[in-house]
């Protein structure tokens, strides 16, 4: 059984920065694929970026390239979403998700199968 918490959501004024950290469980992590997402009120889920945690292609969604990057550490089965130059419209609920599998770039290709519970971003402006 995998299990993800993430966790370092605040909130911060537009142009800052922010880290999140996502720390998983589970023998399946060792060789898996991580993606990160996030969802704002009314709106559908969006795809940040999704990579593996044994090499491989990251891709990160238009509206993000640029700005957020990812860094992992294995041995740790910690994840971090390294967020600059935030603006208001990155506000969501962002959830880190895990699977065996990636379909496609993983972004808008589903399912996922497992999700953690979700840290809250606000920025203003």
């Known amino acids: 059984q995998v299990h993800l918490v993430e966790s370092g959501g605040d909130s911060v004024q537009a142009g800052g920065s922010l880290r999140i950290s996502c720390v998983g469980s589970g023998s399946a992590l060792s060789n898996a694929y991580i993606g990160w997402f996030r969802q704002a009120p009314g709106k559908q889920r969006e795809g940040v970026v999704t990579f593996s945690t044994t090499g491989g292609r990251t891709y990160y969604g238009d509206s993000v390239k640029g700005r957020f990057t990812i860094s992992q550490d294995n041995a740790k089965n910690t994840w971090y979403l390294q967020m600059n130059s935030l603006k208001p419209e990155d506000t969501a609920v962002y959830y880190c998700?895990?699977?065996?599998?990636?379909?496609?770039?993983?972004?808008?290709?589903?399912?996922?199968?497992?999700w953690g519970q979700g840290t809250q971003v606000t920025v203003s402006s």
């Open positions: 998700a895990a699977d065996v599998f990636r379909y496609g770039d993983g972004l808008t290709h589903g399912p996922w199968r497992w």
